[in-house]
């Protein structure tokens, strides 16, 4: 008998969002299920350093997992 919990209907593992500046310094940190995407796990975390910097925030870097949800509300 297979135990695996994707067997039962629930995710397996935990996907981990960071969000660092240039320097590597860390900002924040998120864990959550694995079978969320990464755009929609990261657009609460930028939004919630945003009120930190301000006018600072010139770039944002990422892989093409983040050009769609997380794009379009970093854009408003």
């Known amino acids: ?22 320097q590597g310094r860390l900002w924040m940190a998120d864990v959550d299920t694995a079978n969320r995407a990464d755009g929609t796990l990261a657009v609460p975390l930028v939004l919630g350093i945003l009120w930190r910097v301000g ?22």
Do not use: H
């Open 1 to 22: 008998m297979l135990t695996n919990s994707s067997m039962r209907g629930r995710p397996c593992g935990r996907k981990r969002t960071f969000v660092v500046d240039m």
């Open 55 to 76: 006018e600072r925030l010139e770039k944002v870097f990422g892989d093409q997992a983040y050009n769609g949800v997380f794009a379009a509300e970093l854009a408003q």
